[in-house]
């Protein structure tokens, strides 16, 4: 069984922690308000509803 590594993110708006799915448990992550325009990147929610994406470096 294949086990996926992830990495807690804090929102840019209110701070709050989310668990986000990486491929590699080595990656850098970067938190943007907005799409990027190059890499894997992933859009998060937080629980108090503001969304942001995840770019994997």
């Not at 992550?29 to 937080?46: D, I, N, P, R, W």
């Given at each position: 069984?294949?086990?996926?590594?992830?990495?807690?993110?804090?929102?840019?708006?209110?701070?709050?922690?989310?668990?986000?799915?990486?491929?590699?448990?080595?990656?850098?992550?970067?938190?943007?308000?907005?799409?990027?325009?190059?890499?894997?990147?992933?859009?998060?929610?937080?629980?108090?509803?503001h969304?942001?994406?995840?770019?994997?470096?």
């Amino acid at each position: 069984m294949q086990t996926t590594a992830t990495r807690a993110v804090e929102c840019p708006q209110c701070a709050e922690r989310t668990r986000v799915s990486i491929p590699d448990e080595d990656a850098d992550l970067k938190v943007s308000h907005s799409v990027a325009a190059y890499g894997e990147q992933t859009a998060v929610s937080c629980s108090n509803g503001h969304r942001y994406w995840v770019v994997v470096c």
